[in-house]
């Protein structure tokens, strides 16, 4: 894993162009402390900090064709490398490395931008052709890894992180409005916004491309989601053959490494699952828990998968100092603000994990691919209101993608939900995080500016992959938001505060594109007995591999008890953060709105939402502190 920096097209004098890059490139140092690299010529400049996790003495970057006519800066890892070099080497191709980044190299050369296509991997890539006159940006399918950009007059910043953008000072700090109207309804901000105004996230699976004479870059996306049902369904045993082949063979492209190599285990199904896939005695796994919360410890669950696999385990317990005194540093490794609460002890899990090993695997994505979290619920709501109209789920028309603005729209599914439930109360599922509502927002923001609905960017979505099976369009859209800038945003930031790789083998867009042709029941729906469960493709794999309580027990999460120090001894310290008079929101906020949120959060029997809305001001407020003068 690794981090660059660049520019291309900016205007200053030749003497300080290779100062900037290291100015920018010192801002990321901790995505790369092994190594720095730099390129300069007239009209680009790439910076390079390096974690040598493959051909650790030959990968240095940026790399440059033998004929010096294409450069290219590359953060991520190819899994698939090998491959793609022994077709090279055989349509004639020599290699000076066994670097990925070199096989990316001649792939472009060979075969054009287009080339990316054939690459597994979690990257963000940079490709300068002087030939073309062309710099070339992707990021890939799943935005694993993160790439910035900011447009400066004619010329382009951009960068593996935004405060690597912001050292630049090409830019001026102004904070993004709409960001934080966004960021107050969602807990992160969507993208291709930033926190930032100017500077923008390049989406996943997008690429940007800028030429000497273009006056702006040209953005396209070069790769979708599959969301389909199949129009004949094989045989359960075939399903499970496909999926234990892709899936074992994600998780072992995963481990290949010239470095140790790890997984962080929670103990819960998916954790497992990787370790149960991995299957060897060498591995270290990694386990974190909260001192004196013995509701949220999981390290029992963990401690049994280890011992089933005779795993090299390794535990670290967190308290109440520990997770506070790292909330500063917090925010500014995450650039943006990210409500997200455990974020905090994967910091500390991952300072654990890079004692023994440089790289881990992890379960990101598992829940948004294969239906986790509490789609067994709704499945079953899906299914009876389908029932009751004489239809399978597929073509009810649940999330029509017309017909009524989005808001209407999940009224409907909850009215629908709740009909087929004896008028139950259910959430919607449309979002992973609600907040407040564009009214709510209005009423509590002292300025009388207002933007479009936040939950317009989930519509948008919807509307792209268009109507069609409910569960499968909830998934896509988490994962073009969700999944992208909170989860693996999270576990980019603080893996990479700590110089440590993390690979999330549920994302292997083969799992992901074969995922997505799979019969819904066979990610939320009924098993044999009829009993509603989630991922239930990855339960069938793992029921004769895992002991039985991990492969029974229920979606739990990462489980943080800092909400009930926010009912107790952290009441005076969340008091004092939003209602003090240094309080940074209070330029923003209605005072009776900040009281308001700050009473009801701190009750010993607020709700979950409640206790959401109060920790995302609290990670707003101390963002700003950080951040903004």
């Not at 950009?149 to 000072?169: H, M, Q, T, W």
């Not at 967190?318 to 650039?335: A, M, S, Y």
Request: net charge negative.
């Amino acid at each position: 894993m690794c981090g660059f920096s660049g520019w291309f097209r900016l205007g200053i004098d030749c003497a300080q162009r290779g100062l900037l890059l290291e100015t920018m490139c010192s801002a990321i140092v901790h995505r790369g402390p092994d190594d720095q690299g730099t390129y300069v010529d007239d009209h680009v400049g790439l910076g390079f900090q390096r974690l040598s996790i493959v051909d650790l003495g030959g990968g240095h970057q940026p790399m440059v064709s033998d004929d010096g006519a294409v450069v290219i800066s590359f953060n991520g890892e190819v899994f698939n490398h090998a491959a793609l070099r022994s077709e090279l080497a055989r349509d004639g191709e020599s290699f000076r490395t066994h670097s990925d980044t070199e096989v990316i190299l001649k792939l472009y050369q060979t075969r054009g931008i287009e080339s990316i296509a054939c690459l597994n991997g979690m990257f963000a890539i940079a490709i300068w052709d002087k030939r073309q006159g062309v710099l070339h940006l992707v990021r890939d399918r799943l935005g694993v890894k993160p790439l910035y950009y900011a447009r400066v007059g004619d010329a382009l910043l951009f960068s593996s992180e935004i405060k690597s953008i912001l050292a630049s000072r090409q830019i001026e700090k102004s904070v993004n409005k709409r960001a934080v109207w966004d960021y107050l309804t969602f807990r992160y901000v969507p993208g291709p916004q930033t926190i930032w105004e100017g500077i923008f996230k390049l989406p996943p699976a997008h690429r940007l491309e800028f030429r000497l004479n273009d006056s702006a870059p040209t953005i396209s996306r070069w790769w979708d989601m599959p969301m389909a049902v199949p129009a004949v369904e094989k045989s359960l045993r075939d399903y499970d053959e496909e999926f234990r082949y892709l899936f074992e063979d994600a998780v072992r492209l995963r481990l290949q490494a010239d470095v140790p190599v790890g997984i962080t285990l929670s103990g819960g199904l998916d954790s497992s699952a990787l370790v149960a896939a991995a299957a060897s005695p060498s591995l270290h796994t990694f386990s974190v828990a909260f001192a004196d919360a013995p509701d949220t410890n999981e390290l029992a669950y963990a401690l049994a998968v280890s011992k089933a696999f005779s795993t090299q385990h390794h535990e670290v317990v967190i308290d109440e100092k520990d997770f506070l005194d790292f909330l500063p540093d917090f925010v500014w490794h995450t650039d943006e603000p990210l409500a997200d609460l455990a974020s905090i002890p994967l910091h500390y899990l991952s300072r654990l994990a890079r004692q023994d090993v440089k790289v881990v695997l992890s379960g990101e994505g598992a829940d948004e691919i294969f239906a986790g979290y509490d789609f067994d619920r709704w499945a079953r709501l899906w299914d009876q209101v389908a029932a009751a109209r004489g239809g399978r789920r597929h073509g009810a028309g649940l999330l029509p993608r017309l017909a009524a603005p989005f808001s209407a729209r999940a009224r409907k599914l909850g009215e629908l939900a709740a009909t087929a439930t004896d008028q139950r109360q259910v959430a919607e599922p449309i979002s992973m995080t609600n907040l407040w509502s564009s009214a709510e927002k209005r009423e509590m923001l002292s300025s009388a500016e207002s933007w479009p609905d936040s939950l317009d960017v989930v519509s948008n979505h919807l509307a792209r992959l268009g109507n069609g099976e409910p569960l499968n369009q909830v998934l896509y859209s988490y994962c073009q938001d969700w999944l992208v800038e909170d989860l693996l945003m999270k576990a980019d930031r603080m893996s990479m505060a700590n110089s440590l790789e993390l690979r999330t083998p549920f994302l292997d867009y083969r799992l992901v594109e074969w995922a997505g042709h799979l019969p819904v029941r066979l990610k939320a729906g009924p098993d044999a007995a009829g009993n509603y469960r989630t991922k239930e493709i990855l339960r069938r794999y793992a029921e004769p591999r895992l002991p039985r309580e991990i492969v029974e027990r229920p979606k739990q999460g990462f489980p943080v008890p800092v909400y009930g120090w926010l009912s107790g001894r952290l009441a005076p310290w969340a008091c004092e953060m939003l209602l003090d008079s240094n309080a940074q929101l209070a330029d923003c906020f209605k005072p009776s709105a900040l009281q308001h949120i700050v009473l009801a959060g701190t009750q010993p029997n607020a709700d979950s939402r409640t206790q959401h809305r109060l920790w995302s001001l609290l990670i707003l407020e101390i963002w700003m502190r950080r951040w903004v003068p």
